[in-house]
């Protein structure tokens, strides 16, 4: 069955340092899309693609970058972990702009 | 597993019932809406969607309702079962771009 995936499931780390999540879809979904979601704040979207080698920027960008260079994966990296980006990220798929999206499990990273 | 949100509003119902949750969305140019399921722990999971051309659509045990008038969302689920607690959320869509998500409701099923 097609599926989305996301690694590592927890992952603490300290301020400063580089961190790169991975999320990897066997729907061959063009779109991809990364979130974070924090308490009162719901779902916020950091990143974007519509296709491979298409990255747009979400509403909370700022300290996150993505590539896309196959279909399958979109790893989200922060620069330079901060304590503001303690929070769980969910990467999501979908077939098309105006389908629903499918989502992983979720990473759960904290920042100390 | 992960907090979705301590501070959601919450809607307990007994094991059975019929469970109604609203959704005010916020565009009035949106035209597809989804509503979405999270337990604990997981990301969110599809349940059901509407576009703007219709005012109903049912799944299994699921209904939802859109009244674009008032920018009115439900979801209506139907014998409601513990395996229903979760939070759920609706997401509204504007000409298949970017998705807009609610903060959500949190279902509470008693036994």
């Known amino acids: 069955d097609a599926e989305i995936t996301q690694s590592p499931r927890h992952k603490i780390t300290e301020t400063g340092r580089q961190v790169t999540l991975a999320c990897h879809q066997t729907w061959n979904h063009n779109n991809m899309f990364w979130y974070r979601q924090d308490l009162g704040h719901g779902l916020r979207l950091i990143h974007y693609?519509?296709?491979?080698?298409?990255?747009n920027k979400g509403e909370v960008s700022d300290g996150y970058s993505v590539s896309r260079s196959n279909t399958e994966d979109l790893p989200l990296t922060l620069e330079s972990a901060a304590s503001s980006q303690t929070s769980v990220y969910f990467c999501?798929?979908?077939?098309?702009?105006?389908?629903?999206?499918?989502f992983g499990p979720g990473t759960r990273l904290t920042v100390t | 597993g992960e907090s979705v949100g301590l501070h959601l509003p919450t809607l307990s119902v007994q094991e059975g019932d019929n469970s109604i949750i609203n959704c005010a969305y916020s565009n009035s140019a949106s035209d597809y809406f989804i509503w979405y399921k999270q337990e604990s722990g997981k990301g969110p999971q599809f349940i059901i969607d509407?576009?703007?051309?219709?005012d109903k659509r049912q799944g299994q045990r699921v209904t939802v309702l859109l009244n674009k008038t008032v920018k009115h969302l439900s979801l209506q689920i139907a014998a409601t079962q513990p395996g229903d607690s979760a939070v759920y959320f609706c997401?509204?869509?504007?000409?298949?771009?970017?998705?807009?998500f609610g903060a959500g409701t949190r279902l509470f099923v008693k036994a």
């Open positions: 997401a509204e869509n504007v000409r298949g771009f970017k998705t807009i």
């Open positions: 693609s519509y296709g491979v080698q298409d990255t």
């Open positions: 509407i576009r703007s051309n219709m």
């Open positions: 999501a798929s979908s077939q098309a702009q105006g389908y629903e999206q499918y």
